[in-house]
């Protein structure tokens, strides 16, 4: 067991927020707040941009029942940021200004909440820090919607986002297809470079709703295909569904926007191309005469708490709680993991602490495997995967009918 | 009481879907099955296009507790239509052959759920039926997210999509103000005539949250000002969170994509606009060098079941229910209308039969003194009008951690 280290714990948040970010940061914060060795709990207010301007939140003028309700909060309540910090060799300014306010504020324990960004943030300070002689426990905590992190089973964060596309596409199933006149209804899914959500969609099927199409950005999307095989779909009579992520690329490596905007380019300058979807709706609709429809999912899908998936919320909520109890016990230079349990016949994940390094600016796809050929979808190994994830109901409490979001006091920290 | 009348009854689901439409289609569906005059139970695929068309699904095939999770199934499970019969004076050939499927597939009493339209299709049938000697006892059951409805407190359907809205808009609310640095971010909401659904944006101020503009198309939309007053906002260094119909006009009775047709219509000329949130937002965008964000709830909005108000849930079925007991007690050429018991202090929801004439084809907006100046929000008078539709939640079951919505078996009727 390492030695006592007494000091502050420092938590930032950084990167998209997910709905459960919140919960754990819940899981570090009153966490945090029975240790002894922690004499100080703050919250970095926007994330490293929060330390670099010593804008710190007091984490003990909280009231607990708040604490506990950030569970359920969505969005990042303390604040995120997106900020990349430079190779310490090309500019160690951040990071000289970093040690300082560590040093100002005794922060001995620092843990950052993101996604591989903010995983390669942890590594950056927490070698800083080492070779400044600064003892400091650096943990990382995981979360993103994108489930794109290397190294891990899954991510907190995309169980509930997966939870919320799958519900969504049985709802917007039975909603597009209720007239007796044919429509096309084209969903865009966040995930820029990796399917992991857009492939949620397979997991209606487990509630009897098969979308017709689904388009992963890890497999190059054809276009000419793609209208060929909407065509046949279209010439039995049936409403179509298809579910796209927004990073569909050609095997150009082209996104469709882009495409579209060189197709565009002499007619006029800055058009809103709009999305994925909207652009694909267009061309459909004008070469098949159909009634369209594109939806985006947008920032529902990463904030809409209600539809959380409680076996996601606890285990987000772990993964910030075992960062403080690790850290105190002198862990550093890690990240806190999920793995399932191979032992275990029914879901059950484990917390192991994983180096940094294998995380840090990594990106985990989709397997090749599990994607069924021509946007047929997912295969059973893909749902075996994920439907685990997007057990359980939410507790979140309602007040007048509305999410009791957690309201938190925000006190700052006066500034040393 | 009226004679005892023996013979077949009839449901038929039109217009727009709601996510309690089917929560009527329960009601009416249950309680005939109760009375030993009803002898058969018919659902017409996809409205009036089904009776014409003598595609009836046998409501007695199907098991009880589907029927009952009907009550928490989004969508219009025996399938909607737009279809606006014509004039019997200028085309009586829809009439004659509603007439001889009427008779012989002895109907007798005949159930018409949807919104304005609707009840003038029943109109127009009833008056029909009673002309030619065929006594069918006819109601209507009203429906839509719109709430444009005369003559009632509010429509079925309604609650739980401002339930939705409001709770979406709390959400993305925080979603919206994560960052650090600046953002637009606008949500337009369905409502082409009535801003009733965009003014369910404010009772996310019950939940603390306050969009900064809330446009609805009761009121003509100055775009000038709504620059200046977006620049105003942006000046304070927020992020900044707009709502607005998808009605808006100007005061010349422009739409906003209109508008923007005309702007674009010599560059190019069947540009994909877009909607009215994603305009403004890109010429916010292009303004005020902000960051924006354009969201549609689109098809979410009136969907999204998992989200229903319990209370709209039961008076959408209580309206089903209640028609069908007062039409074998003798009622006919009403609807079931629901107005607010006054004289109770806490909410409590009255169901009258109301003559048909008075909904059929009007439309009730949002009164003006609700209506605060300048995208201000909405008065205390409309949070106390529409906060109780919100209440409760939903008791939609979940299997795999999904929606279980109602599987029909839909055992077509054998043709007469």
């Not at 230079?333 to 059950?348: A, Q």
Request: aromatic share 10%; charged share 25%.
């Amino acid at each position: 067991m390492a030695k006592k280290l007494v000091g502050a714990a420092l938590l930032g948040q950084s990167g998209g927020p997910t709905s459960v970010i919140n919960a754990s940061a819940a899981g570090v914060f009153l966490e945090a707040l029975k240790h002894e060795e922690i004499t100080e709990v703050y919250g970095a207010a926007h994330g490293i941009k929060g330390i670099l301007d010593e804008n710190f939140y007091d984490i003990r003028q909280e009231d607990i029942a708040e604490l506990e309700r950030l569970k359920y909060t969505p969005s990042s309540a303390i604040g995120s940021v997106r900020y990349k910090l430079k190779d310490v060799n090309v500019d160690p300014t951040d990071y000289n200004k970093l040690l300082e306010v560590f040093k100002k504020y005794n922060i001995r324990y620092f843990f950052y909440n993101g996604g591989n960004d903010s995983m390669d943030t942890c590594l950056k300070i927490s070698k800083f820090m080492k070779k400044s002689g600064w003892e400091c426990r650096v943990v990382g905590v995981p979360k993103t919607i994108d489930n794109d992190l290397f190294g891990i089973h899954h991510s907190p964060g995309y169980g509930s986002a997966a939870k919320y596309v799958a519900t969504s596409i049985m709802e917007l199933y039975l909603d597009g297809t209720v007239y007796n006149t044919q429509q096309f209804v084209i969903v865009e899914v966040m995930g820029r470079n990796a399917g992991w959500l857009t492939a949620a969609a397979q997991l209606a099927s487990v509630g009897g709703v098969q979308p017709d199409l689904i388009y992963l950005p890890e497999v190059a999307f054809d276009i000419e295909k793609f209208y060929e095989q909407v065509g046949a779909l279209l010439k039995t009579g049936k409403s179509v569904m298809v579910v796209v992520s927004e990073g569909i690329k050609t095997k150009e490596g082209k996104y469709i926007p882009e495409l579209e905007a060189e197709i565009k380019k002499d007619a006029f300058g800055h058009a809103n191309l709009g999305g994925t979807a909207s652009i694909l709706a267009k061309h459909v609709g004008e070469k098949f005469g159909v009634k369209t429809r594109a939806i985006e999912f947008s920032l529902l899908q990463r904030a809409a708490a209600h539809l959380g998936s409680q076996t996601d919320i606890e285990e987000a909520f772990k993964v910030g709680k075992i960062a403080v109890q690790k850290a105190v016990k002198g862990t550093t230079d890690k990240f806190v993991g999920i793995v399932r349990d191979e032992k275990s016949e029914t879901y059950k994940a484990k917390f192991p602490l994983l180096p940094l390094h294998i995380v840090a600016n990594t990106e985990r796809k989709v397997p090749q495997e599990w994607i069924l050929p021509d946007g047929k979808g997912l295969t059973q190994d893909y749902i075996d995967y994920a439907l685990p994830l997007i057990q359980g109901e939410t507790k979140l409490e309602k007040v007048n009918g509305l999410p009791r979001f957690a309201k938190l006091k925000k006190v700052l920290v006066a500034k040393k």
